[in-house]
């Protein structure tokens, strides 16, 4: 590499990426597309269990899977982490917190300088559990809230979560935890509340991270009602690029690059270069977006384990090939947006190598009209609740003398 | 982040955080800082080179010249420490 007067980047928060002094962002974009010898985070389902069940959950979470890794597998997971310089993991789930086990891996984890951030609903921040939080340096907390109202929020994550959440928040605040971050997944209903939800972050210390609405998991059957319409992006657009760097997008939103300037952060899929999932049975996937078997890696139960999975699985292969763009090609917006997102794409039911579904051209929209929704790929794992009420059936008449018992008929000698 | 260099002496002694993770990557370093949770890039093996021995040396430019980098190269470097102390990735160390 020749040298530049740039031979450090800042990347602000992670996974975000070089910032506007960056002499050369587009070079260390190159390079990340390629892949690393091992991913910057990654995200890291404990368990599918979960007391909320969220109409657009992108895990179709709400049952625990009996083969759930167990205690010792998630710590021999923590081991290869640590061997391979992991920075830090974003835990999530399923509601992680509910494992009996959750604060243990932390332990094991911040011990073994794998740094944790988790997302929560925030059904155990207690008091008690926020002082602990606050004391680390190496755990960040992240709580969900997809209304700045109870009234919006409650209609997409349930009764009463609003409640918890800035329960939640206020016993972090109280205990002196400054930056956590509250997280906002945007949809048709809450964009037009961005000022309230600055307003909510602000009043706790924390800082606001904003993420895109995917059809993923549950989040397939809302997405036509909830993901935003095209003039609400633009306006997302425009405040992001207003707030800058004060707010965290997971760099989710580079499909909207194509309106101009670039948002902060990689502005690339990082699925299988940067990033991946590890799902609560030790399923790999490129993405935490992309739970279906198209984009299942491997399992760390395998001979080799997480780190064979990362360097050798001939998909992780394949995403980090150099692509060509496909129908986007010859658009002149194309290395703005490299296409958008795979997982928005392929729930959706379009290529993989054309426009994203929310395409700020307007090619994802012609697109989608082309497709029948019911061609769309389902999930293949479901963990959800069961919505079909179970009612414990009453004794009903036996219809034949061998319902009652098997000797029934026979007569004692 | 502004490439002011004057806040950044080259003649002081370094070192990298102790809460700063660094890993190495094909293309220099990957630095991440678990206080401020920010992730920096080091973009060649001289300037990981020069970042990794910053505290085995009395001064920046001592750790510049040990591992080659030229006079003519000097700036470049100091500017690229100078961004890194700004963000806390390196402080200077008290001599003892």
């Known amino acids: 590499m020749t040298l530049t007067q740039d031979l450090a980047a800042s990347a602000g928060n992670l996974p975000t990426a070089p910032p506007a002094s960056s002499a050369a962002p587009g070079k260390l974009t190159d390079l990340f597309q390629l892949g690393l010898d091992a991913p910057i985070c990654l995200t890291w389902e404990l368990t599918y269990a979960c007391n909320l069940s969220c109409v657009h959950c992108l895990s179709s979470s709400g049952r625990r899977d009996p083969r759930e890794l167990t205690t010792q597998e998630c710590k021999q997971v923590i081991d290869t982490l640590e061997r391979m310089q992991v920075f830090y993991v974003n835990i999530g789930g399923g509601e992680p917190t509910v494992r009996p086990d959750f604060w243990e891996l932390v332990d094991y984890a911040t011990a073994h300088h794998v740094g944790v951030k988790f997302s929560t609903n925030g059904v155990k921040i207690t008091p008690e559990v926020a002082a602990r939080l606050a004391a680390s340096d190496y755990v960040d907390v992240q709580i969900s809230l997809d209304g700045a109202t109870a009234e919006v929020n409650d209609a997409v994550r349930g009764p009463g979560s609003y409640a918890t959440a800035m329960r939640a928040m206020e016993n972090l605040h109280a205990a002196g935890f400054r930056g956590f971050k509250l997280s906002v997944v945007m949809t048709r209903q809450n964009i037009p509340q961005l000022a309230a939800f600055k307003d909510i972050a602000d009043r706790y210390g924390a800082q606001l991270r904003l993420t895109r609405l995917r059809p993923s998991g549950r989040g397939a059957d809302v997405w036509r009602e909830l993901h935003p319409t095209a003039q609400q992006q633009r306006e997302l657009y425009d405040w992001l690029v207003a707030h800058g760097e004060q707010v965290l997008t997971g760099d989710s939103f580079f499909h909207l690059s194509a309106y101009g300037s670039a948002l902060p952060g990689l502005n690339l899929c990082g699925a299988g270069r940067v990033v991946c999932l590890i799902d609560p049975v030790g399923d790999v996937y490129a993405c935490p977006f992309a739970i279906h078997e198209n984009f299942l890696a491997g399992n760390i139960r395998n001979d080799g384990g997480f780190q064979a999975v990362w360097r050798d699985s001939p998909l992780f292969a394949s995403l980090r090939a150099p692509d060509t763009g496909g129908a986007c090609r010859s658009c002149g917006f194309y290395d703005s947006c490299r296409g958008g997102c795979m997982a928005a794409k392929f729930f959706t039911g379009l290529p993989l190598d054309g426009p994203d579904p929310e395409c700020v051209q307007g090619y994802g929209e012609s697109a989608l009209a082309s497709v029948p929704s019911s061609s769309a790929p389902k999930p293949s794992v479901d963990h959800s609740h069961r919505t079909v009420p179970v009612t414990i059936s009453r004794r009903r008449p036996p219809s034949h003398d061998c319902d009652e018992s098997p000797l029934a008929g026979f007569a004692a000698q | ?96």
């Open chain 2, 1 to 96: 982040m502004s490439t002011d260099t004057t806040r950044f002496d080259l003649d002081r002694p370094w070192r990298v955080d102790p809460r700063v993770s660094m890993r190495p990557e094909p293309f220099g370093a990957l630095l991440y800082h678990f206080g401020t949770r920010r992730l920096s890039f080091l973009k060649n093996q001289r300037v990981l080179a020069v970042v990794r021995s910053l505290a085995d040396h009395p001064s920046a430019r001592a750790a510049c010249t040990a591992a080659g980098v030229t006079e003519a190269e000097l700036p470049a470097y100091a500017r690229a420490l100078s961004a890194l102390a700004e963000s806390d990735m390196i402080s200077e160390r008290t001599v003892v």
